[in-house]
């Protein structure tokens, strides 16, 4: 790139009117190369430079926009405020490039540059870089240095706190995955997600697994840890009824630990009240927590009793993957006095074909569907915004 070191004071260069004669022409590409070529860098043509980049950033020519904000920044006589304005232009061109070590390196040295001066644009321009950085460290799955970025920024707006929450979790089963795992730690990302997301229904579900891991069968110590995982759960799923279903597993394991399928009924019970009483009318009825219910009756009360609730079940079944469910559950013998001959396996064939194709999950952000759950959308990025479909 060429460019005039010097510029006659006062006077605007006639490849300035070019410039401007290409932008009323609508031909931008020359304008913008023109602009580039003809405007010298000084104090008052800054700003210029800088929305300049910026805009041939968003046209995607992130080369051109490294370049322009690397040529600000070669300028010895910037004053602290308008490099660190160039600076978070080009972390923004090194991020658009995926480029992401070199922006991390940039706003690295910027935080630690500003380090902890109090004025008001050193502070703005800090909580910029720092926001900068936690989307890049999400981006890298780096957890804890994500985590470690985000606590300045809490109290910016609620979603930190629940971006800090999402991140513990990470940490945390990080932490579990390892073999063996890596229980302290774990325990200790969860005690503080606790305390930075306080309403993070995933740390609470999170948190009551932890408590079962590593318990097996007819420990003594099962018990307390049982309790202590329930209580979790039943918290979850007062923050986030959707949450029902990734639960169930885990109050089933806690129950079969203890012994004692109460807390089972309870949670089961609860949560089908709550959906009936139309709380969360949107969630919809989750067959596995009526398969559950039925289950746990028919070892009380026996087969009848467990198939008659099925049956009445059928009556509230408002999509096709619970009635794909239920019938698969309702046994030939008793069906066929109500279905004719043949109708019962082919309903539960094809519904259950039918079922199948309808994934599980669903973005409420931009509609990304999956057969597990997601945390963060893999389409949209989004923390949280998974939805089951029932
Ligand atoms: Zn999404």
């Known amino acids: 790139m060429q460019r005039r070191a010097t510029r006659r004071s006062g006077r605007l260069d006639p490849g300035f009117y070019q410039s401007i004669n290409y932008l009323l022409n609508d031909e931008q590409d020359l304008a913008v190369d023109s602009l580039i070529e003809q405007l010298g860098i000084d104090e008052s043509t800054f700003d210029t430079y800088l929305a300049l980049g910026a805009l041939v950033r968003r046209r995607g020519e992130v080369d051109k926009a490294i370049n322009i904000h690397q040529n600000l920044l070669a300028r010895p006589d910037l004053s602290p405020t308008k490099r660190a304005q160039a600076e978070l232009e080009l972390a923004n061109d090194y991020l658009g490039a995926g480029l992401l070590g070199r922006a991390e390196q940039l706003l690295v040295e910027m935080l630690a540059r500003i380090g902890s001066a109090r004025d008001e644009i ?3 321009a800090k909580q910029q870089a720092q926001v900068l950085l936690v989307g890049l460290y999400e981006r890298e799955s780096d957890w804890a240095n994500a985590l470690k970025v985000v606590k300045p920024l809490l109290k910016l707006a609620p979603a930190y706190p629940v971006l800090a929450g999402h991140f513990c979790c990470e940490l945390a089963l990080e932490q579990l995955a390892q073999a063996p795992p890596a229980l302290a730690g774990a325990k200790q990302a969860l005690a503080e997600g606790r305390k930075l997301a306080p309403d993070s229904a995933r740390v609470a579900l999170v948190s009551g697994r932890l408590e079962l891991a590593g318990l097996s069968e007819g420990d003594a110590k099962n018990k307390s840890a049982c309790k202590a995982a329930l209580k979790y759960f039943n918290r979850a799923l007062a923050l986030d009824a959707d949450l029902a279903l990734d639960l169930l597993p885990y109050v089933q394991r806690a129950c079969e630990l203890l012994g004692d399928n109460a807390p089972l009924a309870k949670f089961a019970s609860s949560t089908l009240d709550s959906l009936a009483d139309g709380a969360e009318s949107n969630t919809g009825m989750p067959v596995q927590l009526l398969l559950a219910q039925a289950e746990l009756l028919r070892s009380s009360d026996g087969d009848a009793a467990a198939h008659a609730m099925l049956l009445s079940a059928l009556g509230q079944v408002t999509s096709v993957k619970q009635l794909s469910a239920l019938l698969a559950h309702l046994d030939v013998e008793t069906l066929s006095t109500a279905l004719p001959a043949g109708l019962h396996e082919t309903l539960v064939q094809h519904l259950g074909d039918l079922a199948e194709s309808i994934r599980d999950f669903r973005c409420s952000n931009c509609g990304f569907s ?18 089951a479909v029932v």
């Open 122 to 124: 050193s502070r703005k």
């Open 370 to 387: 999956s057969s597990t759950r997601h945390w963060r959308c893999p389409s949209c990025q989004q923390w949280g915004e998974g939805r």
